[in-house]
């Protein structure tokens, strides 16, 4: 058995394996799991084509400017093929992932790295191949895998990945703060930006440019962000003025009830005085000597955490953000990192919970069936625990920084393949 795992015909028949069958649950599957993809993103393609109006660049858009390459790429064999051109490009970062993960040798490095990753991609269910969070997941597992090595090429990776979706900027910070090669990984996220900048304002606007920032703004409390939690119980409950709707500008369902809208005006600044909290207890562990292999991975965990928790905006895609740092902290801590078995985990356990009730059960989530809240809380409960670990894993570091090597070291596996 353990050399049947080990071995990399083994993992690739699984990721074909999982890919077929998240394919089919997006493309034939109960819930309209890629309804973004084939309603919302061919809408904004073929808007451009016909209009000659392109989201991100002639108006504000709730992405950055990059997430247009994505959308654009899928439409190249036309509109009927859109979905299916979607799932492949998805899959075929997937693959350059894994190849990140496990090597080109017959005996793949990190295979238990990547049957977690398998699993993960399985529990979570067709959301991990359904929206723009499936692009920039393999740019941001590349990234994490290279950037010990080669720093400059993963900031750009990341960088790339924050101009599609914002997320991947956590760990942008995570390695500026953790890394001695802040200074390159910086200066490589430095010049992406600067040019995708320079592009964005040559065919567009400088409003445009900024508007994920202002649509982030002036959003109300998404249903399955944690601090609605308690207003869908009270909606549940028949709380006068509570309930669920869809906000047809933004195209998702939210919550309203007394109080939602301060806490909706709130919770912008309380996510940026999170993640400057989390950065100073970074910066500390950093200052105090603690290891590449324990800060780098904890710090990463601990700033996608907290965009997830302290927000009032929460997919359901938002959980495949998870397998980023798990799959880092996992790879490192073969090396002498810190132990990221809790973190994986309850990794898992949030994926199966979110696809317990996205996207089959969705509509009745929405009905504020008791059995759905309480899936959604538990998963929501899991997120706090997550991040709660993160950040007592970092004040740990803060006091007591471990002796260990800077970086990951570089090894030999059995198929001659650098680890």
């Given at each position: 058995m353990r050399r049947i795992a080990g071995s990399a015909v083994s993992l690739w028949l699984a990721f074909a394996a999982v890919h077929l069958w998240l394919g089919f649950l997006n493309l034939y599957g109960p819930g309209l799991p890629m309804g973004d993809v084939t309603y919302v993103y061919l809408f904004w393609v073929e808007r451009g084509f016909t209009v000659g109006e392109w989201v991100g660049l002639d108006t504000e858009w709730v992405y950055p400017v990059l997430a247009l390459v994505?959308?654009?790429?899928?439409?190249?064999?036309?509109?009927?093929?859109?979905?299916?051109?979607?799932?492949?490009?998805?899959?075929?970062?997937?693959?350059?992932?894994?190849?990140?993960?496990?090597?080109?040798?017959?005996?793949?490095?990190?295979?238990?790295?990547?049957?977690?990753?398998?699993?993960?991609?399985?529990?979570?269910?067709?959301?991990?191949?359904?929206?723009?969070?499936?692009?920039t997941v393999p740019l941001a597992i590349v990234a994490v895998m290279l950037i010990a090595d080669h720093p400059r090429w993963g900031g750009a990776l990341l960088a790339i990945g924050a101009w599609i979706?914002?997320?991947?900027?956590?760990?942008?910070?995570?390695?500026?703060?953790?890394?001695?090669?802040?200074?390159?990984?910086?200066?490589?996220?430095?010049?992406?930006?600067?040019?995708?900048?320079?592009?964005?304002?040559?065919?567009?606007s400088l409003l445009a440019l900024v508007s994920p920032v202002m649509?982030?703004?002036?959003?109300?409390?998404q249903v399955e962000a944690v601090v609605a939690t308690p207003w869908l119980w009270a909606a549940a409950a028949g709380v006068p003025g509570t309930r669920v709707y869809y906000d047809q500008g933004i195209l998702t369902?939210?919550?309203?009830?007394?109080?939602?809208?301060?806490?909706?005006?709130?919770?912008?600044?309380?996510?940026?005085?999170?993640?400057?909290?989390?950065?100073?207890?970074?910066?500390?562990?950093?200052?105090?000597?603690?290891?590449?292999?324990?800060?780098?991975?904890?710090?990463?965990?601990?700033?996608?955490?907290?965009?997830?928790?302290?927000?009032?905006?929460?997919?359901?895609?938002f959980a495949t953000w998870i397998a980023v740092p798990v799959v880092l902290g996992l790879a490192w801590q073969r090396w002498g990192g810190m132990s990221f078995t809790v973190p994986a985990v309850l990794g898992l356990a949030i994926a199966a919970l979110t696809q317990s009730f996205y996207p089959v059960q969705y509509g009745a989530l929405l009905s504020l069936e008791p059995a759905l809240l309480a899936a959604l809380t538990a998963r929501n409960v899991l997120y706090?625990?997550?991040?709660?670990?993160a950040v007592q894993r970092l004040a740990v570091?803060?006091?007591?920084?471990?002796?260990?090597?800077?970086?990951?070291?570089?090894?030999?596996?059995?198929?001659?393949?650098?680890?």
């Open positions: 994505p959308m654009l790429a899928a439409y190249v064999f036309g509109p009927d093929l859109y979905a299916s051109t979607w799932l492949t490009i998805v899959m075929a970062l997937n693959a350059v992932a894994l190849v990140s993960i496990i090597g080109v040798h017959e005996r793949a490095r990190r295979a238990p790295v990547a049957w977690w990753w398998m699993l993960f991609l399985v529990l979570v269910g067709p959301i991990a191949l359904g929206r723009i969070d499936a692009v979706k914002v997320w991947p900027a956590a760990l942008v910070l995570a390695a500026v703060v953790a890394l001695r090669a802040r200074a390159a990984v910086a200066a490589s996220v430095a010049i992406v930006s600067g040019a995708v900048v320079a592009l964005a304002l040559a065919f567009g649509q982030q703004t002036s959003r109300g409390v369902w939210q919550v309203l009830g007394e109080g939602t809208s301060l806490v909706a005006d709130l919770m912008t600044p309380l996510l940026a005085l999170a993640v400057l909290a989390i950065v100073v207890l970074g910066l500390v562990a950093m200052r105090r000597g603690v290891a590449e292999l324990d800060l780098f991975p904890v710090l990463s965990l601990a700033l996608v955490m907290t965009l997830i928790v302290v927000n009032k905006v929460g997919s359901p895609q706090l625990v997550l991040l709660g670990w570091l803060c006091r007591r920084p471990r002796v260990a090597p800077a970086t990951p070291p570089v090894a030999v596996d059995e198929g001659g393949a650098s680890a």
